[in-house]
């Protein structure tokens, strides 16, 4: 699709204004210890981010946690109180938007309604003087790319919302740029169109090699896109991770909870042994978490983070009706029999049929609701328990994760 | 027991109607009429509108009137789109009021304190000064259209621009200049309908030598109203009428208030 290989510089006016070297220690964008506030509201708290060249980036947070704040600083709509950012090592903080190296997809497009879309795509080669015959290959070169090559004289109102998409994004990568902002590119797109173009957008990104930073606060469109999430709260980053390691590993009862469904059971430390930690759970008993590579001091408070889907659900052992399990939460039994498993008895308190996967709400003997979901794999109609079904929960020592209060 | 209600509206609506444009009809109907005197229709004529040719200070008021509107709404469409664009970019509560306040302001008062004003300053009277009063009053009207219009664009459209390579002049001229202009044609041609109707504040600031179009028709209307008094009103109102349904067209959110 688009070359960008071989751009030494980008000629603006006749003066060169970004030469890059090529050569880059690792980071393309540093964020530095940037902060911004509006009156009393703290919008960025000191943050500090390394993007690396060729990364699909992802800022992900609940609105209002500094996330757009932060890309717009980047694209220089705004500036900092505090700070610094830094492409290829050189500040970017004094230079205005027009000469930045980069690009923004907004969220509504931002299409210029007055012009045709062949006029919109050749905007920012026009604004950076390429000849009339160049502006003319290039623009029919960056509809192919996006496979409308017959909407260059068209108005931006007679497109739909996904062509609207892909001319924003021809608009935004036909000058090459360093590096793309997307402000939650697909936030107005239906949800099937959606995942089209979430697929669209990891192929182009693979494609032509360009650094992505996306703004979302979209939790499964987050861990579907990028290479790496960086996931704000109130103006700072919380954690910064890979998709699969922040799903697994979430460093905070915060990032548990915002990425995907999530169980919080709580207790304290009571022992540890290499990377295995013993956590008694209030009123439940003692559980197994191997695979903690921290050190946890005894006593802490603490909760066991269980993804539904990490939790078995089966049919309970005991005579309905005659468990007294349920009443017996100092029941040492998932210590005394150790196989790496934790069981506990509960009874199905409701339950949420969704075709393909059934989600039981088991109430444990704590009273605490435990979210479990089970695949309808079987054949026929899959209906396996019912609401007030006493069940077996279990989990393996690794299915779960520790995080501090 | 509905459509008696939708009579009693339809009857009272008429009713307004009646009393807003009856006395429109008459004039326009008697500028038609082949007598001297606005009592009794006796004929169809054109002769009224042949005569208007051939009087000489009425031409000349025409004249003036369509060099002081063009020169004022020129002016104050250029001046009101800067006051439209500020008013919208700093949100200053005390701009915005000096802006828009000459639109409030009693038209008599304005009159008088431009003509306090020109005497100062030792002006003559004339077309300049009818000018400079007509821009002053004309330029809110522009401001509020500009203003309109600014509102309803999408900020991210001028960011998009910057974003795009554009220097803030560049984005003025290729981007917030093209998507206001429906918005200052509006203005511009409320101003031109505003200054060549205006009476009172032109009476105050005219000299000798300067009449306008609205002077000339009440300085014949004080011996009588003729039917050549008749044909130029139908005619000026003709021109209004075209030239605010453009300006509506062009800018429908001015004209809602807004």
């Known amino acids: 699709m688009f070359v960008v290989s071989g751009l030494l510089f980008v000629l603006r006016a006749g003066k060169m204004v970004w030469v890059f070297t090529g050569m880059e ?85 931002a299409l210029f309604p007055h012009m045709t879309v062949a ?61 793309l902002l997307l402000d939650e590119p697909l936030s107005a797109l239906d949800a099937k169109l959606r995942e089209q173009m979430q697929i669209e957008l990891i192929d182009l990104q693979k494609d032509i090699g360009i650094t992505f930073i996306y703004v979302t606060h979209d939790q499964g469109e987050a861990l579907a896109l990028s290479h790496r999430i960086a996931v704000m709260d109130h103006g700072r980053i ?55 590579e921290s050190q946890f001091a005894v006593g802490s408070r603490c909760a ?89 929960v279990a989990w393996s020592c690794d299915a779960g994760h520790l995080v501090l209060d | 027991m509905m459509a008696r209600k939708n009579l009693l509206l339809a009857v009272s609506a008429a009713l307004v109607y009646l009393f807003l444009y ?34 000489q200070e009425m031409l000349t008021a025409a004249m003036n009137s369509l060099i002081i509107a063009s ?6 469409t250029i001046l009101g789109t800067l006051a439209g664009i500020a008013m919208h970019q700093y949100r200053l509560r005390l701009l915005q009021m000096l802006v828009l306040a000459p639109i409030a302001m009693p038209e008599i008062l304005m009159g008088v304190s431009l003509l306090v004003l020109f005497i100062m300053v030792n002006m003559t009277l004339g077309l300049i000064s009818i000018m400079l009063a007509h821009i002053t009053f004309c330029i809110g009207f522009v401001a509020l259209a500009v203003q309109a219009r600014i509102s309803s664009l999408d900020p991210a459209l001028i960011e998009a621009a910057r974003d795009l390579g554009a220097t803030p002049w560049q984005c003025f001229r290729e981007i917030t200049l093209p998507l206001l202009m ?32 609205p002077l000339q028709i009440y300085s014949m209307v004080k011996i009588a109203v003729t039917p050549e008094v008749n044909a130029v009103s139908t005619l000026l109102m003709l021109v209004t009428l075209v030239v605010i349904t453009v300006a509506s067209r062009l800018s429908p959110a001015i004209f809602r208030g807004e």
Request: proline share 5%; charged share 20%.
């Open chain 2, 182 to 213: 429906p918005g200052i044609l509006a203005g511009a041609l409320m101003a031109f309908t505003l200054s060549i109707d205006d009476f009172v504040i032109t009476f105050f600031t005219a000299g000798v030598g300067s009449s306008t179009l």
């Open chain 2, 22 to 55: 009856l006395p429109l009809v008459i004039v326009v109907v008697f500028s038609f009429n082949d007598s001297k005197l606005n009592a009794e229709w006796v004929g169809f004529t054109w002769k009224w509108y042949g005569k208007l040719l051939y009087n």
């Open chain 1, 119 to 179: 006029e919109n795509i050749a905007f920012p080669l026009r604004m950076a003087r390429v000849s009339k015959q160049d502006i003319r290959t290039r623009v029919a070169e960056a509809l192919e790319d996006v496979r409308l090559p017959d909407k260059g004289s068209q108005y931006p109102d007679a497109l739909s919302g996904g062509q609207k998409q892909r001319i924003a994004i021809a608009r935004a990568l036909v000058n090459r740029p360093r590096l």
């Open chain 1, 25 to 109: 220690n690792g980071a393309l964008l540093e964020i530095v210890d940037v902060s911004r506030h509006f009156d009393a509201f703290v919008a960025l708290d000191k943050v500090s981010l390394h993007i690396k060249a060729g990364e699909f980036f992802t800022l992900l947070g609940p609105s209002g946690c500094g996330k757009t704040t932060l890309l717009r600083l980047i694209a220089g709509f705004d500036q900092p109180d505090g700070g610094d950012i830094l492409l290829n090592g050189k500040s970017i903080i004094a230079v205005p938007p027009e000469d930045r190296p980069l690009h923004t997809i907004f969220q509504n497009y």
């Open chain 1, 238 to 292: 919380v954690q910064v991770d890979e998709p699969t390691r922040l799903y697994g590993y979430p460093g905070s009862r915060f990032v548990a909870d915002f990425i995907g469904k999530c169980n919080l059971l709580d207790g304290k430390v009571s022992e540890q042994q290499g990377g295995r930690v013993t956590v008694e759970l209030d009123g439940l008993g003692s559980v197994y978490v191997c695979g903690m």
């Open chain 1, 304 to 392: 066991l983070t269980l993804r539904p889907e990490k939790i078995r659900i089966s049919r309970s052992s005991a005579i309905p009706g005659a468990s007294d399990n349920l009443s017996a939460p100092s029941d040492p039994s998932p210590l005394s029999s150790f196989d790496g498993e934790s069981h506990f008895p509960g009874y199905v308190h409701d339950m949420l049929y969704l075709g393909d996967v059934t989600v039981y709400n088991v109430t444990l003997a704590n009273g605490v609701l435990l979210e479990t979901l089970l695949a309808n794999s079987a054949s026929g109609r899959a209906n396996f328990f019912e609401i007030g079904d006493q069940v077996d």
């Open chain 2, 71 to 76: 020169v004022s709404a020129g002016i104050a």
